[in-house]
């Protein structure tokens, strides 16, 4: 990506996806262009870390760095990005740890950073986030237990974390989330038994928590749910009885 484009410091939108475009997101860009709204460079082949400088888009409502090759972690100034409503970081070779400041973002509707190489904890201050609507991180290393403050989604409509190394039960609190369409655990170490509050997510319409290690009966508050309204619900390999 060319450096003069720094010199377009009135530019609100920046759209080169779907190129093959190389090289690493030059720094100079973040720190000039400072009234983007828009950042796309999705379906290239950037690579290298995300510069710590994305932190000055103080006007950023979208930005998709999606099926690139950036590595390294997601840097902690995009907790900066405070008008920020879309984030995706999908199809990359991002690692580390998911930062806190994440929790940060109060005006995100959309977090999509599946199919990366992410690992360590959800970070409880994801719960924070109170506008959003999607949150999507299954294809990762993530492990350790879900966060129980996710239950204060209230806008949340799609939760996928399938294929991660989570554990423990799968938290009472996510029964609170009124408005999920989507919950999506499998391909996880989940343990422990259905919680019955699941029982109260009335949109839900899918339900996917195959290959894991969940036992016990089902809850007969989550039979006429189950038969009524899930589009898929996998036993296998669960304990779970038929």
């Given at each position: 990506?060319?450096r003069?484009?720094a ?21 100079m ?21 995300l ?7 103080g ?14 972690s ?34 995100l ?35 350790g237990t ?54 109260d ?41 038929r």
């Amino acid at each position: 990506m060319p450096r003069e484009l720094a010199l377009l410091t009135e530019l609100m939108t920046l759209d080169v996806g779907d190129n093959s475009l190389v090289g690493t997101l030059p720094e100079m860009i973040c720190e000039e262009l400072v009234q983007l709204e828009t950042v796309n460079i999705t379906n290239n082949v950037f690579s290298g870390a995300l510069p710590s400088t994305v932190g000055l888009l103080g006007a950023l409502q979208e930005l998709d760095v999606s099926h690139n090759d950036f590595t390294s972690s997601l840097p902690s100034t995009l907790g900066l990005l405070g008008n920020l409503e879309q984030l995706d970081a999908t199809f990359n070779q991002l690692t580390g740890v998911l930062t806190s400041a994440l929790g940060d973002l109060s005006n995100l509707e959309s977090l999509l950073l599946h199919q990366n190489q992410l690992a360590g904890q959800l970070p409880s201050e994801l719960g924070l986030l109170s506008n959003l609507q999607q949150l999507e991180v299954d294809g990762n290393k993530l492990n350790g237990t879900i966060p129980t403050q996710l239950g204060g989604l209230m806008a949340l409509e799609e939760l996928h974390l399938f294929d991660n190394d989570l554990n423990g039960p799968i938290p009472s609190e996510l029964g609170a989330l009124e408005n999920l369409e989507v919950l999506g655990h499998g391909w996880n170490a989940l343990t422990s038994q259905l919680p019955s509050h699941l029982a109260d997510l009335s949109s839900l319409k899918e339900l996917w928590i195959y290959d894991n290690q969940l036992c016990g009966p089902i809850p007969p508050e989550m039979a006429a749910l189950l038969v009524g309204h899930i589009h898929c619900i996998a036993r296998h390999p669960n304990a779970l009885p038929r």
